[in-house]
């Protein structure tokens, strides 16, 4: 009952609420949008999501994927500390293009899309 309790706790909330690239991360590929955020190309071997899903009390990845906390197209990293083993049910895809769109648009700054982001990721309201 605990394990079940500590797994559906863990399914809700990331472990961390991420990192952003930077100029000086090994990832990082150009500057985009008009406030010129740092962008970092995937680089998450098969090998690191095992390992991160294990970091994280996931042993079988069948209902599971590696997501990026902060998006890489919000300007998130590749490191550890921005990547988690999210289950497939809280997938917050259309949220992230929506955010996307309006970033590109210049309709919201990177803090912006960020903040709801994490809010839908998070459980915060």
Known sequence: MVNSLLLLVYLVIPPTHGSLCAAEDPDFDEYRYEEA???CMRNVSTE???EICL????KDRTEFTVD???P???GGS???DNLW???KSLAVTG???QLYKKLDAGEIKQHEAIDMILDAKLGRH
């Open 68 to 70: 990026h906390i902060i």
């Open 55 to 58: 970091r994280d009390g996931i």
């Open 37 to 39: 955020i740092p962008h």
């Open 95 to 97: 949220l992230e293009y």
């Open 85 to 87: 083993c999210q289950h």
């Open 48 to 50: 690191r999501k095992i």
């Open 78 to 80: 590749n490191r550890d």
């Open 72 to 74: 890489l197209a919000f």
